[in-house]
């Protein structure tokens, strides 16, 4: 991918940008304080790449930060979620399976210790039960692991509570989902998620793992202030923590797409309009919607649907974050989709450079 030598900040090219219809609905001034956030993010040094695509309806804004082109993959993190959730509900809208079928249905293995329980709903709305990470995480990335090693252990882990009583976030959860749809399908996760989202919406800087691209169109992370699971910076951990190339190849579900921010954008835009490319407009509907029962956190089938968009953001606001510094959304009230995609993990800063700027373009729009 050709890298591109870009300014920081926003000139000539702003300004044209910005003589277009989405004048009327953005306010110039807070636009620029949004790319002010990423700019001064990349001159004061804790922040090395960035790229905000902003769309309203028709017209689209792009920037990119720190030398990298409008279109550079980022790995997304937890973005990959409702990505790869998609691709399940492909099945779902060939009547392959309901959403509270149980999840031994497919995976009869997974049985014992009120396992029986869990539903394929469970999985996707994080109250399975089962733990964000595998307690041998460390070990399995420290021996390059394939996603099946990742699956048997999920498999076996024990639930840490009734399946639907409570609340928790679960990688894991997501995981054995697509294994769910790998086995109902016969297709392998990485090629179902690329057959059934990435070739119909056109996106062509996008993929599970690696595809067809190599290291040197991927943007690298910012290692140092990576998460736990993914080493926490630690030299240690430099054979599998999110730069490595195992690590890329890998594709896990829960974290493992590479992706460029206007394909994200297109992604949003098949929920936002319920287009129907992808999954029918009334699965995509419930896809966004509150799936958990009162009293629990809502949750949408992958997508998280609390994220608000700020202080100014409209409750119907869905989208997702992810752990190696990106955050995306779309508000159906004002027909808005923002994607932040940064190369500085979440953790790194608080405030974040991702939550500022994009905080910025929901007063914009409100």
């Known amino acids: 991918m050709a890298i591109m030598n870009r300014r920081l900040f926003l000139q000539t090219g702003m300004a044209g940008t910005l003589a277009t219809p989405l004048l009327a609905a953005l306010q110039r001034e807070q636009i620029e304080d949004a790319s002010a956030v990423l700019a001064k993010g990349i001159a004061s040094g804790p922040l090395k790449s960035a790229v905000l695509h902003v769309r309203k309806r028709t017209t689209s804004i792009t920037r990119s930060f720190g030398g990298v082109a409008d279109d550079a993959m980022f790995l997304l993190g937890s973005i990959s979620k409702p990505i790869c959730i998609t691709a399940l509900m492909t099945l779902f809208d060939r009547g392959d399976f309901q959403l509270d079928d149980p999840v031994k249905t497919w995976i009869p293995e997974f049985t014992g210790d009120g396992r029986e329980r869990v539903t394929i709903r469970h999985l996707l709305t994080h109250v399975s039960g089962l733990p964000d990470q595998l307690s041998d995480n460390d070990t399995l990335r420290r021996e ?156 949408g089938l992958g997508f998280d649907t609390a994220m608000a968009a700020g202080p100014k953001g409209s409750s119907r606001t869905f989208g997702h974050s992810g752990s190696t510094g990106t955050l995306a959304w779309a508000d159906p009230r004002t027909e808005t989709i923002c994607v932040v995609l940064t190369s500085l993990p979440s953790r790194a800063m608080n405030p974040h450079p991702r939550d500022e700027a994009a905080g910025k373009v929901a007063a914009a729009v409100s």
């Open 144 to 299: 390059h692991a394939g996603l099946p090693v990742f699956v048997e252990h999920a498999i076996r882990t024990r639930l840490q509570f009734v399946p639907g009583s409570k609340y928790q976030y679960s990688s894991m959860g997501i995981l054995l989902a697509l294994e769910v749809g790998q086995r109902i399908s016969g297709i392998a996760m990485l090629k179902l998620v690329d057959q059934t989202v990435f070739q119909p919406l056109g996106l062509k800087h996008a993929a599970l793992g690696m595809g067809r691209f190599g290291m040197e169109d991927l943007v690298p992370c910012q290692t140092e202030f990576a998460a736990p699971e993914a080493g926490g910076g630690a030299e240690s951990a430099r054979g599998w923590d999110w730069n490595s190339l195992y690590w890329r190849k890998l594709g896990s579900p829960w974290g493992g797409v590479h992706a460029s921010a206007p394909d994200i954008g297109r992604f949003l835009d098949e929920f936002l309009y319920e287009r129907g490319a992808v999954v029918k407009p009334a699965t995509a509907r419930l896809m966004v919607s509150n799936q958990n029962p009162q009293g629990l956190p809502p949750r």
